[in-house]
């Protein structure tokens, strides 16, 4: 008989034998609950160190809660004001920061449950990202189980270590914090684990959604269209009915829109056609996109400087790059589903062509989640018995990680500072 990792036959301690008993939903929720406890303990400490700054910190001097500082001022003021209806102009003819650089669907949902609850946005948008980010957590070990196996049976074990060595990364605490991240991995992993089922209608309505969230369309389309080209594949065994014909057509051009939304919806509110790409100049400061030209100078500087603060980021960056994009390599990641390897490798390329190479990096390299299969070693088709021992390094490695993200980056030193 085929056991899963947690039910084979070696004996067990009395309180693993009962979480094991447990439904699926119920360890993930454990284990990511127990982590960002811990997290918060950090940021809470951190806190200690901040000095108060009204453009950056929040909600109140006397009150210095880091879960609501940086861009999650941007967003407080989108869910309480609105986007504006005209781009703000400087003396020098350039238009400044504004609010339409960030994606609608977080702070909106804040402020509708700020309305029916009556609570304040300090209150709503760390609880919300906190949900969110669960929901993603139970989603992600959801997708490793159905896509990877153990001597025929599901991954259980390794499922929750996944999950256990992505909630730990460095930038994780940016999960319980009022970004957007904690959304766009909620509706990331749902539109993966819909595309490995096969619920294209599913997937495209789920990629609309992550329109409103981050700007990652690109690479999602392309996801899709390895997705696509693998069913074409099986028609000899699985033929392909009109009506599959028409529900990934329906996941294709879903995709597609996806990454025009958000420009589309700026451009509407504003009526000014360049909405949304000319405000992300104000952070650029360059209008042009120059692919992987940030990036050089970005390893220049490190270099210069030649300092823990800015190497280890730039090598660890550089590193978890170039390993996501060897994870197309089918003999480097056996067990991991191609749609997934498909995903990292792209996602990483966008990165990549354009993104800055700034510090922000860092927090753009928490959608790698399938870097914790690898690390965890779920990768293989038959699991190291170290696989559990290599877990426990990896979280301590992300929570030392963690201490620095959010010394280094997260605390404000004003008058200005690096960016989380």
């Given at each position: 008989?085929?056991?899963?990792?947690?039910?084979?036959?070696?004996?067990?301690?009395?309180?693993?034998?009962?979480?094991?008993?447990?439904?699926?939903?119920?360890?993930?929720?454990?284990?990511?609950?127990?982590?960002?406890?811990?997290?918060?303990?950090?940021?809470?400490?951190?806190?200690?160190?901040?000095?108060?700054?009204?453009?950056?910190?929040?909600?109140?001097?006397?009150d210095i809660d880091?879960?609501?500082?940086?861009?999650?001022?941007?967003?407080?003021?989108?869910a309480t004001e609105g986007y504006p209806d005209d781009l703000p102009v400087g003396d020098d003819g350039r238009v400044r920061q504004n609010p339409w650089a960030f994606y609608p669907l977080f702070p909106y949902a804040v402020r509708l449950v700020s309305w029916a609850t009556t609570l304040?946005?300090?209150?709503?948008?760390?609880?919300?990202?906190?949900?969110?980010?669960?929901?993603?957590?139970?989603?992600?070990?959801?997708?490793?189980?159905?896509?990877?196996?153990y001597d025929g049976a599901p991954r259980v074990g390794p499922a929750l270590a996944v999950v256990a060595v992505w909630a730990a990364m460095p930038a994780a605490p940016v999960l319980q914090m009022a970004y957007t991240e904690s959304f766009s991995m909620l509706l990331l992993l749902g539109f993966l684990l819909l595309l490995v089922r096969g619920s294209w209608v599913g997937c495209g309505l789920t990629a609309l959604l992550l329109g409103l969230t981050r700007p990652i369309a690109l690479p999602l389309s392309v996801v899709v269209l390895v997705a696509v080209w693998l069913r074409w594949r099986e028609r000899g065994d699985r033929p392909l009915d009109v009506r599959e014909r028409l529900d990934i057509g329906v996941a294709v051009v879903a995709t597609g829109i996806s990454g025009i939304l958000w420009t589309a919806l700026a451009w509407a509110g504003t009526g000014q056609r360049d909405a949304y790409p000319t405000t992300m100049t104000a952070w650029r400061g360059e209008a042009a996109i120059n692919p992987i030209e940030p990036w050089r100078r970005t390893i220049e500087w490190a270099w210069e400087q030649r300092t823990p603060e800015t190497v280890v980021p730039a090598l660890s960056m550089v590193l978890?790059?170039?390993?996501?994009?060897?994870?197309?390599?089918?003999?480097?990641?056996?067990?991991?589903?191609?749609?997934?390897?498909?995903?990292?490798?792209?996602?990483?390329?966008?990165?990549?062509?354009?993104?800055?190479?700034?510090?922000?990096?860092?927090?753009?390299?928490?959608?790698?989640?399938?870097?914790?299969?690898?690390?965890?070693?779920?990768?293989?088709?038959?699991?190291?018995?170290?696989?559990?021992?290599r877990t426990a390094f990896w979280v301590l490695v992300g929570f030392v990680g963690q201490v620095g993200w959010i010394w280094w980056l997260v605390v404000f030193e004003p008058p200005s500072d690096f960016p989380p």
């Open positions: 008989m085929a056991h899963t990792v947690d039910e084979r036959p070696a004996a067990q301690s009395p309180w693993r034998a009962r979480l094991a008993r447990r439904p699926l939903w119920v360890r993930v929720t454990a284990v990511y609950l127990g982590i960002r406890v811990l997290s918060g303990v950090l940021l809470a400490l951190a806190a200690q160190d901040q000095v108060w700054f009204p453009a950056v910190t929040g909600p109140a001097e006397d880091l879960t609501v500082s940086w861009d999650a001022k941007w967003y407080e003021r989108i304040d946005f300090a209150t709503v948008a760390p609880l919300l990202a906190l949900l969110a980010g669960l929901g993603a957590a139970i989603l992600l070990a959801r997708l490793v189980v159905e896509t990877t196996t978890a790059l170039v390993l996501s994009l060897a994870l197309v390599v089918p003999r480097l990641a056996p067990a991991i589903d191609v749609r997934l390897r498909v995903w990292a490798a792209a996602y990483a390329v966008y990165l990549l062509a354009v993104v800055d190479g700034n510090t922000s990096i860092v927090r753009y390299l928490v959608p790698l989640f399938p870097l914790a299969i690898v690390l965890v070693g779920a990768h293989r088709r038959s699991l190291s018995r170290w696989w559990r021992w």
